[in-house]
């Protein structure tokens, strides 16, 4: 069983709220626009980190995180990027991917828009975790939580942060 924590779009903003809302987290997973390696690097020193980066990455941020990133873990198979669009939209450049081996739980950012769906056409969950930064149309921050267990995703929280302001 792992808990993870899940945000994205960050844009080189750190908040202090991350660290009380993930302290029991065995990971935190970043779906790209981190903003900055800095920031990266205090992510990493606070937990095991996961990233993808995201259209905002400079090139020292995409040398050390990839574009995209598929992994297992407790028996879920994770895809990640930045730009993925939704169940029936899906972005041109992950689609293929995703149609040809769909996995368990997709997870992307960059839309700034808390979603979580279920794509019955896929049997996969689709997470956009919403934006945890200060910059962008989106007037809540936002935060998720979930445990994967035995391939199993449970227990899905979502956090507000608060305003973007």
Same mark, same amino acid.
């Given at each position: ?62 040398? !050390? ?7 297992? @873990? +407790? ?8 730009? =993925?669009? %939704? ?25 700034? !828009? ?7 056409? @896929? +049997? ?8 945890? =930064?200060? %910059? ?30």
């Amino acid at each position: 069983m792992k808990k993870i924590g899940l945000l994205s779009d960050t844009h080189n903003v750190w908040d202090e709220k991350f660290e009380t809302h993930f302290a029991d987290c065995d990971e935190v997973w970043h779906a790209g626009d981190i903003g900055s390696l800095q920031l990266a690097n205090q992510f990493e020193s606070f937990k095991p980190f996961r990233a993808v980066y995201g259209n905002i990455d400079d090139f020292s941020t995409r040398r !050390i995180y990839p574009e995209t990133l598929r992994f297992t @873990l +407790e028996g879920v198979d994770v895809l990640m990027t930045h730009i =993925g669009g %939704y169940p029936g939209r899906y972005d041109p450049k992950i689609r293929q991917q995703l149609y040809s081996k769909p996995p368990k739980l997709f997870i992307c950012g960059h839309s700034h !828009i808390l979603k979580v769906i279920y794509d019955k056409k @896929l +049997e996969c969950l689709h997470m956009n975790p919403g934006a945890a =930064g200060k %910059y962008g149309f989106h007037q809540v921050r936002t935060l998720l939580r979930f445990v994967l267990d035995n391939g199993n995703i449970r227990d899905l929280e979502v956090i507000e942060l608060g305003k973007h302001g």
